[in-house]
């Protein structure tokens, strides 16, 4: 008799499905894809930050041999693209920054392309442009867009109770201005599209999106394709982090360029277009005023924030809907305002990032955390958790915290990096030059999804072969995250079946079931139960057939190792392969293919941002040790202790990918990257200006998961492909104030920024 | 219409004969011109690594070398990796130690790997962190890759070559 143990495959370290092709350069990316026929695009940007096109004179480049067309504003049917519908793809009377697209050409190469290119005139009137939203408020400054003549396309506004009795009741009030800067993605892979139409005019778009069926919906009317004849294809990525959320318009180009040729066209960005005309992370100026009692209790919080909305909406302009629960909820906070004012101005503009202003937010609220403990003659540990949330509660947002590992998170990092000793030490006063400090930050963040849609549900179809294969078509997309690795290991869990008998396939809306997207978080959460859950119906089916034909009641089978088994001795009884073929061929004629659309428990937020908008919420503790040159500036981060709420390790390797990922991003946004930007241009696009963290600069990194196991969470996980990154740049500015007394406001913390403000402090600034 | 050279090479243990515009550089001829994909294009001025090739057993960034100077060479690419046993000892420890996300950069990084191991089979945790200076992740924060290629000098030490 053959005897299966029970055996788990949640928590254990399981390598990634898609990395041995990785390795060994088989995977092929949208820039190693080719299609017979297929011609190279390319985009004319202008050179001017807001200019009216007189002229545009494209002959020259239409007689040059190899080019197959080109096209301006005038050959499309200019709907404008993006979350603020205000930006047409390619732009006809006017531009306002500098990565404006104003023709694009289809050649046979690249280089034809781009030598056309060089060859079409534009004709401009320079507008007065304006580069700061305090000028762009101004009366009587550059309008931006005539339908916003106050150059203010949205504000938000959140409160709860009683901001002006928070104030009253407080001992301590203080205030600071906090300005965070320009950074960008900064994909290994650059951006890039292929569209190509087949005879009856059906397009298949190979796309970097993160949001295949969403992107249906948004793209049909910018091309005037109907959504159900378009086909979206997203072969592997090489890098998302939020880049890839929203329309650029690069991708409807790509199409008008592929129509008028007939012909398969690629556009792909060089690096230097990357980092020019890719979105950035959302700059924001941040005004907080915050007010505490003497025993450390927090009374109220009122927030200001203007954001630089740049030339166009994208997502950037929403990032107040994830900044405000920051602000509301991660400590208890009785009185609580919040006012965000988005402003347009000739500058780049935001997309979604990774965090997506919670690392805006986060930076705010946790410098505040500290000022108020030392100004109350608390250590920053206590006040964060006299105030943190706990499980159970509900925050007058209307989030409520099922599980909460808030409290754990922060004892847990402050226990393994000894930071209330360090922090005291520290403080007590050293000389020399090398100044040693330690900072704290917790952060809280969506981890079951986010309900901004009518629905946040994900789709899955699986079928099992007769040869017990399993097949998972989920709407869920990898960006290299591993969520199809994940995905394949609850679908193995629940069937009995090794992972190598698993396939996911999730890159082709022609195939797989929809689902809203990869962001927010929300994919281990949300796609991770779809599966599951499409999993336990086939495990249902399976077990009943197999207990008709061993004459057993189901309940006492199980699925292991490819075999029916006694659930209680593991004896061995059936291969789940006969299984099936039984079904295919003893009179029963059935296949095993089930579906599910797993939508999670959360609700829509209502008109004043209230409401549980997520099933689950990540909390985390970063504690971070460094060492600042004073006679340099330059910062050397030492160690990170970070200890995170997950829910649940479902892929130990994978989830301590992300958090390094994570953190080594937090480090790079604190201290090395600043996307630079002059009067509406980008100064420095290059990785040879733009520094991002390099291998001898990584810390230590000392993770602890907390599994508070979620009882919504896929086994209890949560979702935490952002929490890492959230509150690295603040704990890194708690540290610096550890080391050197002074206060942080501004990043990047590069050395000439620190020592600046190390002299200027020294002058008396506080 | 540029001049060309004709050039012959040894790829991936393969003798190769080409002929090239003289201002091609070995990149865009080892992916558009020989179809080779697996190096991969992610800044073309020597900043971020993707395009990490072995050029007589150095590591090069294959878009700062001119196709012409490939003439007489011995390249290897990361499709030149793998042997028909299977992938080689870094190409697993990749895969095991979690190096891998999104993995563009990921042949890069194998190839300076490569490079270092068969330098200095006894490399330290030191010498690989300088060693993969020049090669640009933005997923993974470098920790696992490092592991990998710490785990593969211990595999070598064990026996296995790289």
Known sequence: ?766 | MSITKAISFTLNGQATRIEVPVDMDALTMIRDVLKLTGTKLGCGEGECGACTILVDGTAVNSCLMFAVDCDGRELTTIEGLATPAGRSVLQRAFVEHGAVQCGFCTPGLVMQGTYLLRQNPGLTVADIRRGIEGNLCRCTGYQKVIEAIAAAVHEIEKGDRA
């Open chain 1, 1 to 766: 008799m053959t005897v299966i143990p029970k055996e788990t495959l949640i928590g254990r370290r399981i390598p990634k499905l898609d990395a041995p092709a990785k390795t060994t350069g088989e995977t092929r990316y949208i820039n190693d894809l080719a299609l017979p026929g297929m011609l190279h695009g390319k985009i004319l940007r202008t050179d001017r930050v807001h200019a009216r096109i007189v002229r545009i004179d494209t002959s020259a480049a239409r007689a040059l041999p190899g080019v197959h067309a080109v096209i301006t504003a005038a050959d499309t049917p200019g709907v404008p693209l993006g979350h603020g519908r205000d930006n047409p793809p390619l732009k006809g009377d006017r531009v306002r920054t500098i990565r404006d697209e104003i023709a694009a050409v289809a050649a046979d190469t690249e280089a034809i392309a781009a030598e056309a290119l060089r060859l079409i005139r534009v004709e401009y009137e320079d507008l007065p442009a304006v580069f700061s939203v305090h000028e762009a408020l101004r009366p009587g400054a550059p309008v931006l867009h005539d339908r916003h003549p106050d150059n203010i396309p949205f504000t938000f506004d959140y409160s709860h109770g009683d901001l002006a009795a928070g104030e009253q009741a407080s001992d301590v009030v203080i205030e600071d201005t906090f300005k965070l800067h320009y950074v960008t993605h900064c994909c290994m892979g650059v951006s890039g599209v292929i569209a190509t139409f087949d005879t009856t005019g059906q397009l298949t778009i190979y796309s970097q999106t993160q949001i295949p069926f969403l992107y249906k919906r948004d793209i049909a009317p910018v091309i005037g394709v109907p959504p159900d004849r378009i086909r979206v294809i997203q072969p592997p990525l090489g890098g998302g982090f939020g880049s890839k959320l929203d329309i650029y318009p690069f991708e409807p180009i790509c199409v008008f360029l592929a129509r008028v040729t007939q012909r398969p066209v690629r556009i792909l960005f060089t690096r230097e277009e990357e980092f020019i005309a890719s979105p950035t992370r959302q700059p924001v100026e941040f005004t907080l005023r915050s007010g505490v009692k003497k025993d450390g209790t927090l009374m109220f919080r009122d927030a200001r924030t203007l954001h630089d909305n740049g030339g166009y909406t994208s997502w950037g302009a929403t990032t107040p809907f994830v900044m405000m629960q920051t602000i509301s909820s991660l400590y208890r906070v009785p009185h609580c305002r919040y006012h965000t004012t988005v402003v347009y101005t000739n500058n780049p503009y935001a997309g979604s990032f990774r965090g997506y202003g919670n690392l805006q937010a986060t930076f705010a609220v946790e410098s505040h955390m500290d000022r108020l403990a030392e100004a109350v003659g608390m250590d920053p540990l206590a006040l964060r958790l006299k105030n943190a949330q706990a499980p159970g509660e509900t925050t007058p947002q209307g989030m409520h915290f099922i599980t909460c590992g808030l409290r754990d998170c922060l004892q847990t990092a402050a226990e393994r990096s000894d930071f209330v000793k360090k922090h005291a030490t520290n403080r007590a006063g050293q000389t020399g030059p090398i100044r040693r400090g330690i900072g704290i930050a917790s952060l809280v963040h969506v981890g079951g999804g986010a309900n901004i849609y009518r629905t946040d549900g994900c789709g899955t179809i699986l079928k099992l072969d007769d040869f017990a294969q399993a097949t998972v078509l989920t709407g869920a997309s990898e960006i290299g995250q591993g969520s199809e690795t994940v995905i394949a290991q609850f679908v193995a869990e629940e069937l009995g079946l090794p992972l190598t008998s698993i396939q996911v396939v999730n890159n082709d809306t022609e195939i797989t079931p929809w689902d809203v997207g990869v962001h927010a978080s929300r994919t281990t959460f949300i796609a991770g139960n779809s599966a599951l859950r499409a999993a336990r119906k086939a495990r249902t089916k399976l077990l009943a057939a197999a207990g008709q034909q061993l004459g057993a009641d189901p309940a006492t089978l199980d699925l292991r190792g490819g075999h029916v088994v006694d659930a209680t001795s593991g004896e061995a009884r059936l291969e789940i392969g006969k299984l099936i073929r039984s079904l295919h061929f003893a009179g029963k004629h059935e296949v095993v293919m089930t579906t599910e659309y797993y939508e999670p428990p959360s609700v829509m937020q209502d008109r004043e941002f209230k409401g549980n908008v997520s099933a689950t919420y990540a909390f985390g503790t970063q504690a971070i040790e460094l060492e600042v040159d004073t006679e340099t500036g330059v910062v050397r981060i030492q160690k990170v202790t970070a200890a995170h709420d997950v829910g649940r390790v479902i892929n130990r390797l994978g989830i301590e990918g992300q958090i390094e990922g994570g953190v080594v991003m937090g480090i790079g946004y604190a201290t090395t990257e600043d996307l630079m930007v002059s009067e509406g241009r980008v100064l420095n696009p290059c990785f040879r200006d733009y520094k991002l963290v390099t291998a001898p600069e990584v810390p230590e990194i000392d993770t602890t998961f907390l599994e508070t196991l979620d009882p919504h969470g896929p086994a209890g996980a949560k979702g935490v492909g952002e929490a890492p990154a959230i509150p690295t740049a603040v704990a890194i500015a708690n540290a610096l104030y550890n080391a050197t007394g002074v206060r942080f406001r501004e990043l990047p913390f590069t050395p000439e920024k620190v020592l600046r403000r190390l002299r200027e402090a020294a002058e008396g600034k506080p």
